[in-house]
């Protein structure tokens, strides 16, 4: 049987980061987890053992530090190109360079001390050939919940649904959102801040009628806020807090007792694009 | 600015099931997760809040366990086909489903008495339309590692190359796996069998010169073994066994001393067809 | 051979709550994990198949929801004491309870609305028989870093020692802090923000020859700050942030570009007490 | 304030290693991985900032792949009592050395191949001083189920109970076992072997009252298969199987459909003693 190998590429993934920025009376720090990916003229590694195309995901690892070493690693989308670029460059071989790098938060405590700041995280993807360049941003696993203005009624009901009406649930979520831009020249740290913040207010002050309905005002919200992002993609689980049962024990619950489950959990997606007028 | 919501779907992930199957002198036990993921006319739920064709993630729950009680849960491929085929059938505002099923290994210990078999999981994942059914069977986490015949050399030597070349170096991987069929009309326990064989059996013989080269072996060896495979896609990271220096304490490492780290690590992905002759 | 049960106790884990508190204007939001253990008479369950003094696990659970329904669940010191005494007093067979609460942070974005402020988690840890209750707080996962004042020097050089002296290190940890209390009439919520607040601070101010000297200056500024804390035990892992080795590629590491490495680690463990004058 | 440092230990945590043992016609593989804690004259790093006698917790993880090295790895009690006794020659300022290993399982596959055996692990743990020397072995995370002879009846029920009484129900645990040996000169690798193996057999076999009275069996057949066992500790977590109520649907559970849960659980603990006749 003929074989053919029609998609393959390879990288180092989780590189760890942390850079430091002395300043003279203070420290800026950086802690990022990075991943390369390459594609191009890598075949002949996988069908006929010919490994002189092949750069060692090794070498690409030491490439992030010596980058890191070498320009600002802040923001992660420039540093993200940088690498992508770098690559292309130094390697003739490869016809595509995806970065992605994950940036953890610290918050400062004093010019020189820092406070772990959760498990939100701060993306960047970028997509580099020798013709275009890609860059996505995002958010993963910011966690939100809100007490009211929550329901979910008038879905479906049949004999397979059991699921009460609800006027005023909790709504809690772990948002992850990515986005695009119109065009390359962007403030990164700032439009990431602000798309962050019109999200996060919108969703504490969106009158939800469905985790879907405030999925779409979030991403309309950033979308009106930043001209610049063409598209942005979120993805909002559904961690449930089921109110707990309380009339065996003689109780009434005042719909203030809940039990938050982590399975199952409902998926809400979608993707919102600006449309030329 | 005009938005447009051009890509959604919703489901419920990580519905969890325990199904027994009671014989007269033994019993059978079969653990899953199962995820559903629909698309259809659902915009309205996100851009006017009309939650009238929206069929809620508890009733999709509900209708897992439910198939789960009339019909067999496995192969796993047949049972998310028809949770698939059921959910089309019973929402018409669905134009595609997509389930995909983990399930989680048990090794008999008696007719009635199981261990857990590891984290090696098998995986199933249908997507259907009105019009059509794919399916593709996979394996996750399948750990393998291998203490000779692998090796990596000739790769490209330059200013940011400090790896050192190896003839003999361990082998550790967690592979994961997924292919698609020819034809509908599969022995899936059969297939995936015998494709997960193949796969162990062709890792362990392989004269390794480069993770990619295995790739492309183990891939290549299922294809040959299954011929109603028509794709196979694999992706093994590359968990590095370093060995340690002992030098400094008067000591040869004669290749037998190692730590395993798991971070960073490589990654290896290639995509193997059979060509039609 | 006559065999003997000299020790057992039974409970459940990880029962979640979320309790709600409406206020006319605004909501709270507690999130606990509470879990549970009793001992006393209950043997015969174990030796002899009795359950007659067995409190199901599940009755457990649905008391710690019906105590949440009835009274604050703040302080959680508080609310395991009520929870360890009602056990107590309601089960006979019971000698003694021991009630673990963990309580999730969730930091206020508006009056109803709220963002998950990380993994950091108070702990209270209540232990009561007939005739003794003992309380103690904490905290775990408090994840803090400084890139200066932090030291490691002076240490046992011998023919296994290849660690570089350092003046100047990052030094990263991940608290856990348990401390007692020498009366019960304490303000818990204050005691244990103060308490918090005085360890971040020396952690931050400490010029730390180790992690040793560091942990024992956060135990002593607890110790001092709240003189009703009779104990404090700390431990600290060591995380490290290893300089990268940039002279392979002609470059000078200025003490800024580190891999943070989870395994292995340091860990540092002491208790301080409070000796009577 | 007079301050007494009452308690202190400090040493290296996940300390990794594989070791390849090289025979002619095949390899043995064995990864463990090793934690560290001293006791000793180290108060003054904390009190005094003077480190002269702190051994660098780099230097005990240098000391694990010398040791390694240069003596067998397994049985992991052996090694860890040689790691140990090596610390505290060296060593003259420690008084007590603890080691805790865990071992990983691989299955074999061919002379030089293995699959990782899941996520169990065998542990060891010595605790020496210049006096003694206390060995225990263990098993971690044995994950094992029974879908027959296991019922939970003629517990308390009061008001706060709403639990079914259960005939037959499905038992599911993650053993945790740790024993105690009476004598030093163990074949430590056939009894963990033989212990495990009666555990086993005895949690297949029984005919389950309840989680306590099985535990008991288990202790009791393990203490009676290897009398030089003279102390058994076991930690059950009931792994609830909930039958799910499909009335709602026009369907009987015919004790046949299930969800398994994570949290909360159960947790089941005792200790058992061989006493002198």
């Known amino acids: 049987m003929p074989f053919e190998l029609v998609d393959h590429s390879y990288g180092k993934s989780r590189v760890r980061l942390v850079k430091l920025t002395r300043h003279s009376e203070s420290h800026d720090l950086t802690e990022l987890t990075v991943g390369i990916k390459l594609d191009g003229d890598f075949g002949a590694a996988y069908t006929t053992a ?15 530090y010596v980058q890191a070493r070498q320009r600002p690693v802040e923001p992660i989308e420039s540093f993200a190109r940088a690498i992508a670029e770098f690559l292309l460059a130094e390697y003739s071989q490869t016809s595509a360079a995806e970065i992605e790098i994950l940036q ?20 960047a993807r970028v997509t580099a050939t ?4 890609a860059v996505a941003s995002g958010i ?26 609800a006027s005023d649930r ?12 119109s065009r390359p020249d962007v403030d990164f740290n ?23 309905q405030t999925l779409y005002a979030m991403g ?36 203030d007792i809940f039990v938050p489950v982590d399975e199952p959990h409902g998926l809400i997606e979608g993707t919102i694009v600006v449309r030329p007028e």
């Open 140 to 165: 993963e696993n910011l966690v939100l919940l809100k007490t009211t203005k929550s329901a979910f009624e008038g879905y479906v009901h049949d004999r397979y649904t059991i699921l009460n009406e």
């Open 50 to 64: 010919n490994n002189k195309n092949v750069v060692a995901t090794d070498t690409m690892k030491n490439i992030v």
């Open 220 to 255: 309309t919200a950033a979308l009106k806020a930043q001209p610049v992002i063409s598209e942005i993609r979120l993805s909002l689980p559904n961690r449930h807090c089921l109110p707990v049962d309380l009339t065996p024990f003689g109780l009434e619950n005042k719909n």
């Open 130 to 133: 020798r013709q275009s360049v």
């Open 170 to 181: 909790i709504f809690a979520t772990a948002i992850q959102a990515t986005w695009r831009y």
């Open 190 to 212: 700032a439009c990431w801040q602000e798309c962050r913040r019109v999200m996060i207010e919108t969703f504490a002050a969106h009158d939800s009628k469905s985790v879907q």
């Open 104 to 123: 953890h938060g610290w918050t400062r405590l004093d010019p020189y001390a820092f406070q772990r700041a959760g498990e939100e995280r701060r993306v």
